[in-house]
Nanobody
Framework: QVQLVESGGGLVQAGGSLRLSCAAS????????MGWFRQAPGKEREFVAT????????YYADSVKGRFTISRDNAKNTVYLQMNSLKPEDTAVYYC????????????????WGQGTQVTVSS
C-alpha cells in the first residue's frame, strides 16, 4: 500500500508560481510511475502531468505544457510539480497518484492517490 501526501498548495496571484510536493511512504518508490491530476469545482478530474519511474520521460496536458514541470527525487521518495505563469483557470484541487508500470495520462490507470492540495489563482 502506497500512501501519498501532497503539500505546497495555496493562494497565488495570476502570473505567480507554486511548487507542489508529493511524498510517498513506499520504500520502492522508484518502481512507480507518478502523475499529477486536478479537479476544479463542478468538473471532472483531469490529467496534468506524468513521469516515468526514472524521471527521464515526462508528458503534459496541452493546457500546462511550457508552464508546469514534473520531476522526481527517488532518494527522497518525492515527486514535484513546479507551476509557473499560473492562470485563474489553474485553480483546482491537485492530486498526485502512483501506479506500478509505465506512465499514463489516464486517472483510472492509477492505483494510489493522495488527499489533494488546493491551488487557488486570483486574477
Amino acid at each position: 500500500q502506497v500512501q501519498l501526501v501532497e503539500s505546497g498548495g495555496g493562494l497565488v496571484q495570476a502570473g505567480g508560481s507554486l511548487r507542489l510536493s508529493c511524498a510517498a511512504s513506499e520504500r520502492t518508490f522508484s518502481n512507480y510511475a507518478m502523475g499529477w491530476f486536478r479537479q476544479a469545482p463542478g468538473k471532472e478530474r483531469e490529467f496534468v502531468a506524468t513521469i516515468n519511474w526514472s524521471g527521464d520521460i515526462t508528458y503534459y496536458a496541452d493546457s500546462v505544457k511550457g508552464r508546469f514541470t514534473i520531476s522526481r527525487d527517488n532518494a527522497k521518495n518525492t515527486v514535484y510539480l513546479q507551476m509557473n505563469s499560473l492562470k485563474p483557470e489553474d485553480t483546482a484541487v491537485y492530486y498526485c497518484a502512483a501506479r506500478g508500470g509505465s506512465y499514463s495520462a489516464e486517472p483510472t490507470a492509477y492505483n494510489y492517490w493522495g488527499q489533494g492540495t488546493q491551488v487557488t489563482v486570483s486574477s
